[in-house]
């Protein structure tokens, strides 16, 4: 049974080993493989993956987190402990293979008919972002020149919850073409966060208004949880943004 499955995903998938994974907290966890083959995707999107589970290939879909000019796939992962597919993934050492669909599709890729992008999202939400942000720092580092701004709003219920992508975003937002805005929505929780408080939805206008982010000039793209994505996209049409300025990928 399991020959016959991997002998049909071989047209469709190919394979990869998962060469390192850092846990972030008992729920959330960096995964990085290397694929058997190189892979063409556009920075933004998300792959299918898959585990065969009793002879059968079980598969989510996840944003991936690298650039398509990095040599590894990574994606950023939530566990939902009554899932069907995180606790297995969890259960992956450095080593294990899983399936990989060829084919690598999504809508959430850069707008180039705007220089100005505003980008929503709550903790593995971010994923997509970072390949669009790493993308742009690897091209402009090559000498493409490139005119375009950007906020990361990242939301999460505790800073521990931004990983490493919150250091790589401050980096990155110190050669001026991105602003990062990580808020907590349990300030109470971390008496030592001198950053921004509450949800998204509480201060996507402040920060879209500040920095001149607006339907004249912007695309809004919000990712991750879906009450995050129905919230800022009634606030965003409320502030005139047309329903094609505002992209999204639900996590559900
Ligand atoms: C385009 C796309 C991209 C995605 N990218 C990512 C990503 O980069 N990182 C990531 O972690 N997830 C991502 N997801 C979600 C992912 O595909 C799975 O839905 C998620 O990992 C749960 O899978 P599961 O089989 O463990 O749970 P399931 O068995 O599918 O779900 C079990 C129950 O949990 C609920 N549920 C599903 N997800 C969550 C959640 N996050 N929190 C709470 N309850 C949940 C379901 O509604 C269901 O009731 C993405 C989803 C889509 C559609």
Known sequence: MISRVRSAAQTTHCSAELIEREDISANLAIFRFRVSEQLSFIAGQ??????????????????????????????????????????????????SAILVRRRIVGQLVLDTAVTRHLMLATVTGVAPFVSILRTQKIERDRGVLSNHQFVVIHGASQSADFASYRSELEALSRAGWLTYIPTVSRPWAEPHWKGETGRIDDIVRKYADRLGFDQSNSIAYACGHPQMVANVKAILERDRFSRNQIKEEKYF
Do not use: C, N, Q
């Open 46 to 95: 998300f792959a299918t993956i898959g585990i065969v589970v009793d002879g059968e290939p079980l598969e989510r879909p996840y944003s991936i987190v690298s650039s398509p000019h990095e040599p590894v796939l990574e994606f950023f992962i939530e566990l939902v402990p009554e899932g069907s597919f995180t606790p297995k993934l969890w259960e992956l050492k450095p080593g």
